[in-house]
């Protein structure tokens, strides 16, 4: 049997997942240092679901599915040798790479969030590498990355996933074709990050043959797949906060309360979605069609559909009747861009992508309808500013 430990599986995406892939046949280990548990306790956030203990959540899906699933509390930025135990003990033919801090707000924040989003993000993956080589087995990377490592091209050219096609003159003139990494245009300490992640990759698949794929997916939204619905005690996470709350959430979760929808700037700006459920299917698609040993990095769009922040907020109210709030953007981005990218790859392999879609729509807020006793406004603002010229009090050159 199939074995895949999901590195970060008590998270937002990771724990789907890991039902998913225990659903479908294969033997699951989560590693997870609950460094996000935490940051919920920093942030003084609850998300608006009770999530349940790892105890309790892996009791619950035995109880359901009659599956096991082992955990392994380690922190992957630490030392690579705790990661190599585990892959010792383990024996996994996949893993999934999720373990990142995750929220471009949060790293953007304050000096201390930025150095550790990038010490646990590079030095996680970094870990991560150095192991599988240390392991001396032929184990297949998974690793979500993420589509703002493009940027925005302001001519709305298609993204292709992950390579550009360049013609080079060499010195007697005659042309060589050229597939060289898309170049990176990170907006944020995060989204960088998962730049500096692609180098990492570019580098050990070369130098030591490992089998990678990165997906770079969009923004993620929904909450419940078909594995989490099976008991309360599987709900995964709703974040709705200034920080790790993604945009369509946070609007849906805002009309069930009554708070007007937070669009920043003009709501120009247009991002790659993908709903929950997509993102579990993509991953196993994702593992069952590993690139050979000693290929490039295999980089895949793992996304469903784009569309601008203000449509969202437009059909949100439709849907509603909530009122739209455009609020000054704490962010530097184009406050208007085109974006159109390649999802060939997930396609030719079968995905048939969610989109927005009423139904799916309707049943997120009947999650935030459910727990919006938990709800507090407080958290909602966006107060992570991107320069020290947009703080008050601070001349430019400060
Ligand atoms: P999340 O914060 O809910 O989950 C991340 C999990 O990783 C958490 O459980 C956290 O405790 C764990 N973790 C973090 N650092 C760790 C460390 N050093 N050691 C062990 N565990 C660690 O985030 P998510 O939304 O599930 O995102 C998962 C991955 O998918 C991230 O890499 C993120 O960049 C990527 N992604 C997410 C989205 C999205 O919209 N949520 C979109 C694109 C890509
Ligand atoms: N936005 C609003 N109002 C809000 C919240 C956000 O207008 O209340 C805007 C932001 O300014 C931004 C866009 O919506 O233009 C998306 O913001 P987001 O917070 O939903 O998404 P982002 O910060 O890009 O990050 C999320 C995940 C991250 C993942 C990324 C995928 O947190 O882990 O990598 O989506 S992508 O954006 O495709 O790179």
Redesign the pocket.
Known sequence: MARVLV??G?????WPTALHLSAHGYEVGI???????RIDAELGTQGLTPIASMADRLAAWKAVSGQDIEFFE????RDYRDLLAVIDTFMPGTIVH?????AAPYSMSTPERKCYTVN?NVS?THNLLVALVEARRDIHLVH???MGVYGYDAAGLEIPEGYLPVVVKGPDGTEHDRSILFPTAPGSVYHMT?SLDQLLFQFYARNDELRITDLH????WGTQTKETRRDDALIN?FDYDGD?G?VLNRFLMQAVVDHALTVHGTGGQTRAFIHIQDTVNCVRLAIDNPPQRGSQVKILNQIAETRQVRELAQLVATMTGAEIAFVDNPRKEAPENTLRASNATFRALGLEPIRLDDRLLEETMEIAQRFKGRYNPAIVPARSLWTKAQRPGLAPED
Request: charge should be positive.
């Open positions: 590195l970060g008590d998270g937002f995406c990771g590693v997870d240092n609950f460094s996000r548990r380690v922190d992957v930025a999720f373990a990142e801090q995750r646990n996680g979500l990355g993420t998962k997916q969009g923004i993620v996470r790790y993604t």
